[in-house]
């Protein structure tokens, strides 16, 4: 039976991971069809309109979803800058492979693109940057490796069971012009 309203005082506390949680299961499992606030709502036990008092749409929700799962991708601290480089876009790599259906929801909803996303971004331009390359190189090589990571870690979700080619990203990274 679905609760009306807000949940009680004593189940509120971790309600906002409870929504998170579930609602990355229900995308993880169902996809991005399968992800609906009526669908989440029941599967906490609340109202669809329960869950506006925690985020605004379904974008927020998205965008929420994407900063939790997007938070710990970075870059080595040491290394050169070819493998700082590889470091942040395995880890982005295993970020998108893991969650397929929350990049592909982002992909179709402009206003759901999250700020941990936009840190990534901002983190690969920088070490580009730092690597020696300038504008517009950065921001080609930003685009090429982003697609790369996409395109490949959604491939190999798409297919369970099937591995990435060795030394893709390790080529890829051989044609930057970087200092070591």
Known sequence: ?????????????????????????????????????????????????????????????????????????????EGTARQRLAGLIAAYHAAVQAHPALTLEIFRDPAAFPAEAQRITDRLENLLREAGLHDPAVLAWRDILIDFTHGAALALAAHPGATATPGALDHLLAALPLAQ
């Open 1 to 77: 039976m679905t609760s009306r309203g807000r949940p009680r005082k004593e189940g509120r506390e971790d309600l906002p991971d409870r929504i998170l949680a579930t609602a990355l299961a229900i995308l993880d499992a169902d996809g991005c069809e399968g992800l609906t606030l009526r669908r989440l709502a029941a599967a906490l036990g609340l109202t669809p309109m329960a869950l506006y008092h925690h985020h605004a749409d379904r974008a927020a929700l998205i965008r929420a979803l994407a900063d939790r799962a997007y938070a710990g991708v970075d870059a080595p601290a």
